[in-house]
């Protein structure tokens, strides 16, 4: 999923672009959410049952899964509660670039499948706990209840022509909405220019692990890269979209992109090198190049030119619909009693004051309360800027200190 | 190095005591010139500015421009510890100091002091412009305190409005409703006078809960001045004796159409 060690990579050579943020600072802000990501996070989260249990899925009387119901109905109303107005948007058609991955993850889920049954042979909660949750799959049903429930909340839906991550990034960058909630590092690839992580209320009491904003200027500016060999960076760290270099971890796919500037730069002085394996459909075969008709010649198209050419135009022009208007409406009450209680098999009482806290949402933001940077700019604190500069470099010297530590520690235990 | 005596060390605990409801932690910007906190609250829907300008301290030296980290609670709970009639001294490295060291002195027996531990503080800071306001109010600082106060039995949303007639809180709940009229006049008393300076009339939204949180500075000044734009934040000023300030801004409420 998303950009391997992307988000590592940024936080030690680009550290001044995340920042962890406070639940409440993000009240009046419009955030494009990746819904997929969500609903996947709730069939995984929601779960009844104790410790040393087997944890079940939350079922409606007919056996049908409503865990992702029970998630999104909840969290949606706390962040309406807290003043954010979420927008979710959808998958549209996944990219022909993407069927190497998605079989991939296919392969995972029948590996799952063949362990859980193994476990539940053997009785094991653990093992079935944790194969079961690597099953959970956000399929068209889900998707669609999600669709129906937030449509019934007065909720923004967004479909995306392919790319939820895309059409996020590109509504922020329209202006529409503020920032894009996903754990998938794809957005910033996509320019989003903030990316909002681990947005959830389950974190907020233990301190460690808080709401994280990126910038993505700052990102490709600690970086010290453009926005294209950023894209090509991403590439080299391995994307949904094609296969990458074997051997090049993120510290080398770095120095060399800000070495040699590009991907096609690059590959001459990597395909010799014994430790590096190029994919074959990296370098693509001249020879076929000839025998096309027209029909063909899409596909043949695709089949010379080498996929992280591909790959790198569905970053820079992903198909994505800006032109959409997003409205919080009223709730309606009735029907979303009707699909909660009658239908998912939701407890009467819970829905109803959970409805009445939706309403009570909704008239609060009809009168919103503005953020005070909507009328003051930021401005740089020169002294308090200087300091924060030479504490992330304390940091990082002290981080690379202790790895060296490490590097001889282990040496001489070897030893 | 910086080094600056607060004769009246009071006055250093009231301003903390006001904001540390709205700041958890905050930068003391010390200067030539002056030492100055911004910052907003949590929900950056408020904002306290405070300007303590050099005059008002005695030996005030600062060689370098630094930036003071602090925690408001951290920092009240040392205060807790000061005498009604102490003085505060206060110390500082210039190259990132650790600590901060206050000497709280009275009489001429007891001298105590006090380390704080800094912090980094990333805080957002937010230029603001100095521009004029339409209505200008200025009125007795409790008197606003009791009116905020009391009008929250009914609504969170206060409509402040200023007119020829005078300034008007009105608050609409479940309830009822209910309005409040301070109207200006020149009374001898410089305690209870209302002056009003406006343009054109203004009528603003703001939640009731932070203009509460603004009248913890009652104790600083016996008078309080509002001063509005429309569909700007409202500026709530305690003057602080003749030789600084502590202005909140709050953002108001927008009707959507």
Redesign the interface.
């Known amino acids: 999923m998303g950009i391997k060690g992307l988000a590592k990579l940024l936080s030690d050579e680009a550290p001044d672009c995340i ?1 962890e943020v ?1 639940f ?2 993000l ?1 009046g802000r419009k955030i494009a959410i990746d819904a997929s990501m969500a609903i996947y996070q709730f069939l995984i989260a929601v779960r009844s049952g104790g410790p040393n249990q087997q944890a079940m899925m939350l079922t409606n009387a007919d056996g049908e899964t409503t865990s992702h119901i029970q998630g999104m109905f909840n969290r949606t109303i706390r962040f309406l509660n807290e ?1 954010l107005k979420p927008v979710f948007v959808f998958d549209g058609k996944a990219p022909n670039m993407k069927s190497g991955e998605l079989e991939k993850r296919r392969e995972k889920r029948r590996k799952a499948e063949e362990e859980l049954k193994k476990a539940k042979e053997e009785e094991n909660t653990d093992e079935i706990d944790k194969h079961s949750k690597r099953l959970a799959r956000a399929g068209r049903k889900e998707n669609e209840d999600c669709k129906r429930l937030l449509r019934l909340m007065g909720v923004p839906v967004i479909l995306a022509p392919m790319e939820a991550e895309a059409e996020a990034a590109a509504l922020c960058k329209a202006g529409k909405v503020w920032a894009t909630g996903t754990e998938d590092m794809d957005a910033l690839t996509f320019a989003t220019p903030i990316l909002i992580r681990k947005l959830t209320f389950a974190n907020q009491s233990s301190k460690g692990a808080q709401i994280q904003s990126m910038n993505y200027k700052k990102a490709i500016e600690g970086l010290g890269l453009t926005h294209d060999q950023f894209v090509d960076l991403c590439i080299l760290l391995g994307c949904d979209y094609c296969d990458n270099i074997k051997g090049i971890g993120p510290k080398t796919a770095l120095k060399l992109i800000r070495e040699h500037g590009s991907i096609e730069k690059i590959l001459p002085v990597v395909k010799d090198v014994p430790k590096y394996t190029v994919p074959a459909n990296w370098i693509p075969d001249e020879k076929d190049k000839d025998e096309t008709t027209d029909e063909e010649a899409e596909a043949a198209k695709e089949a010379t030119t080498p996929a992280y050419v591909l790959a790198r135009d569905l970053f820079h022009n992903h198909e994505v619909d800006t032109d959409v208007e997003l409205k919080w409406k009223e709730p309606q009450a009735e029907e979303l009693t009707k699909f909660l209680v009658d239908e998912a098999g939701f407890n009467p009482e819970r829905v109803k004051l959970q409805i009445e806290k939706l309403k009570k949402a909704h008239a609060a ?20 800027d200087a ?2 500069k ?2 992330l470099e304390n940091e990082r010297a002290k981080k690379k200190q202790k790895a060296a530590e490490d590097r001889k520690k282990k040496g001489k235990s070897k030893r | 190095m910086f080094e600056a005596q607060m004769q009246d060390g009071k006055i250093f605990k009231a301003i903390i005591e006001a904001i540390k409801d709205l700041v958890q932690d905050c ?1 003391l ?1 010390c200067s030539e010139e002056e030492v100055a906190i911004q910052s ?1 609250d ?6 306290v500015a405070v300007r303590l300008s050099a005059g008002g301290f005695s030996n005030y030296r600062c060689d370098r ?3 003071l ?1 602090i925690n408001t609670a951290n920092m009240s709970k040392i205060l807790k510890m000061l005498g009604k009639d102490d003085s505060i001294t206060f110390k500082a490295e210039d190259e ?1 100091p650790d600590n901060l060291t206050m000497l709280f002195e009275g009489g001429k027996t007891t001298i105590a002091d006090f380390d704080l531990k800094l912090m ?10 100095d521009t004029p306001y339409q209505c200008t109010v200025q009125m007795n600082a409790d008197e606003f305190q009791r009116i905020v106060r009391d009008l929250q039995v009914l609504g969170d ?1 206060c409509t402040i409005s200023c007119g020829k007639e005078g300034i008007r809180f009105s608050v609409t709940g479940n309830i009822g409703n209910g309005n409040i009229l301070i109207r200006s006049n020149d009374e001898q008393n410089e305690k209870d006078r209302v002056t009003i300076t406006m343009d054109e009339p203004v009528e603003l ?1 703001f ?1 009731l809960r932070y203009l509460n949180f603004f009248t913890k500075a009652t104790p600083l000044s016996s008078s309080v001045i509002i001063s509005m734009s429309p569909d ?2 409202v500026v709530v000023e305690y003057p602080i004796e003749d030789f600084g300030h502590i202005k909140f ?1 709050l ?6 159409d």
């Not at chain 1, 933001?365 to 308090?384: G, H, Y």
């Not at chain 2, 949590?42 to 904002?47: E, K, N, W």
């Not at chain 2, 953002?251 to 959507?256: L, N, V």
């Open positions: 920042r406070e409440k600072s009240h003043g933001n009809r009168k919103p309360q503005a953020r005070m940077d909507s009328f003051f700019k930021v401005v740089s604190n020169p002294a308090a300091k924060r030479k504490r | 930068n910007d907003m949590s929900a950056h829907v408020s904002l421009p630094n930036s980290g990132s980094d503080i990333e805080a957002e800071q937010l230029g603001i412009p949303t939204n939640a700007v934040p801004y953002a108001p409420k927008i009707e959507e």
